[in-house]
């Protein structure tokens, strides 16, 4: 298995400009994460989807932050438009249960200039 | 309430020496579960831990899940330079599963 796969693992853009990251989970697994970490926060929890339905988007930061899930091996997490703050490494989990230990991705590393 | 306090913030040890962390709350916890993560890379599951007072081990990786339910710690013996990363403890509410991750501590090992 190929693990969780999130691209690009790197991003550098420039503020007001609109950044798509991406995630193909582990086949089989029905929960979906996006998680933001920086040093000033840790890992923060921005959404999870079950079977493909967002359930809990209680972190996403505000509307310029959306995420989508359309089938079982693909999911986006779309910042427009971009501001420096949004710099951080965006992580992205699946499990197969929701009590069972997440498998993360590499991460991307998104700076907004 | 609802917080995971992970304690050291960070560590450094000459190699051969144990390590020992924890993470308590003053939630309770279905689930406690232990994460190394290495530069550059996402947090990799060291242990996972489902019952109250279960002890597990992973190789030279020993973790408790606490009686209370409310704390976990994580021993490393004979710590070696590829030990090196940052340790996360992370715990599932009782209730509502909602995951929690701690703060980290960053492990750093001198040959």
């Known amino acids: 298995d190929a693990g969780v796969i999130q691209s690009p693992r790197h991003e550098v853009t420039e503020m007001g400009q609109e950044v798509t990251l991406r995630c193909k989970p582990i086949?089989?697994?029905?929960?979906l994460f996006w998680y933001r970490q920086t040093m000033m926060r840790g890992l923060e929890l921005l959404i999870y989807f079950n079977n493909n339905v967002p359930i809990d988007d209680s972190g996403m930061p505000e509307d310029r932050f959306s995420a989508k899930m359309p089938n079982a091996s693909f999911s986006t997490l779309k910042i427009q438009p971009s501001e420096p703050r949004d710099s951080a490494v965006y992580f992205c989990a699946s499990s197969l249960r929701r009590s069972f230990g997440y498998t993360f991705g590499s991460g991307t590393r998104l700076t907004v200039v | 309430g609802q917080q995971l306090n992970q304690s050291p913030q960070s560590m450094f040890i000459q190699e051969g020496e144990d390590v020992s962390m924890n993470c308590t709350s003053s939630s309770i916890f279905n689930t406690w579960l232990w994460y190394k993560q290495e530069p550059g890379e996402g947090p990799v599951l060291l242990i996972a831990?489902?019952?109250?007072?279960e002890l597990t081990s992973n190789g030279r990786l020993t973790a408790q899940f606490g009686i209370t339910r409310k704390d976990s710690f994580l021993n490393i013996s004979a710590s070696i330079p590829s030990d090196v990363g940052i340790y996360f403890c992370?715990?599932?509410?009782?209730?509502?599963?909602?995951?929690?991750f701690g703060a980290g501590t960053r492990l750093t090992v001198k040959p």
């Open positions: 086949s089989g697994h029905d929960y």
């Open positions: 992370a715990g599932q509410l009782i209730g509502n599963n909602d995951m929690r």
């Open positions: 831990l489902y019952k109250a007072g």
